[in-house]
Nanobody, 119 residues
Framework: QVQLVESGGGLVQAGDSLRLSCVTS????????MGWFRQAPGKEREFVAS????????YYADSVKGRFTISRDNAKNTVYLQMNSLKPEDTAAYYC????????????WGQGTQVTVSS
């Protein structure tokens, strides 16, 4: 079974940066596309960014494009989300997830890490 554990969240001021990490168990990490999602109180979970298994393709939500960068280190079974120029509207619980590939589904999720951005 695939297990995902996020870390790196915290309380920061607007304009600051944070780097989130997600460590994935198992030897098949390099075969999965990976993604980051977030959910603010009272709102639905939304897509933030994703990266293909080989890091050749990335996608970003319009709200974070140009500020966030997703990356992965397959040797460490870890996916990262570098968040720069943080805004109060970025405040949410952030979750990483694993995908089976094109036409597949998000089949494994982490427990989440809280990011709070104050003005």
């Amino acid at each position: 079974q695939v297990q995902l554990v996020e870390s790196g969240g915290g309380l920061v001021q607007a304009g600051d940066s944070l780097r989130l990490s997600c460590v994935t168990s198992g030897r098949t990490f390099s075969t999965y596309a990976m993604g980051w999602f977030r959910q603010a109180p009272g709102k639905e979970r939304e897509f933030v960014a994703s990266i293909s298994s080989s890091s050749s393709t990335t996608y970003y939500a319009d709200s974070v494009k140009g500020r966030f960068t997703i990356s992965r280190d397959n040797a460490k079974n870890t996916v990262y989300l570098q968040m720069n120029s943080l805004k109060p509207e970025d405040t949410a619980a952030y979750y990483c997830a694993a995908h089976t590939g094109s036409g597949g589904k998000w089949f494994a999720w982490g427990q989440g890490t809280q990011v709070t951005v104050s003005s």
